[in-house]
């Protein structure tokens, strides 16, 4: 189904095969923060659905899947002691992507992206982490 009122009778079982590549360059800016643009690109194919679905009718805008690509703008504070075994400090970054057919996307639209994470030391050897991660849309 789609949307809100979607109920658990309504939906669609299937199965595509996705691929994902992300490229990006940052460069520090002041201290501990970084600004960075990158590259997305990823294509999806669903493989499987429910015969006679919405998805099988095709309707649906992405049912057969298809290439993204898009271009991202981010702006990160890093403040971690180490970026592969962070003990304390914090990470947080912001970004924009836009995904459009002149990029070689099938699809065009947005996503706005806030990552927060917060390290806190426990141990000589352990530490804790907490993330919180927000996208729209």
Known sequence: GLGSDTTDDME???TSRDF???VDVQ???YSHLEGGVGLDFG???VVKRD???MLDSGEITGSEGGPISGLAFFLSWDSRDNIHYSREG???QASSKFYRKAFGSDYVFDRYEIDLRKF???SDSHSIAFQGFFSLP
Do not use: D
């Open 20 to 22: 994902l590549m992300i």
């Open 12 to 14: 669609e079982a299937f």
């Open 51 to 53: 015969e006679g679905g």
């Open 120 to 122: 806190f030391p426990v």
């Open 90 to 92: 914090s990470y947080h």
């Open 43 to 45: 294509y999806s194919k």
């Open 27 to 29: 460069k520090k800016i």
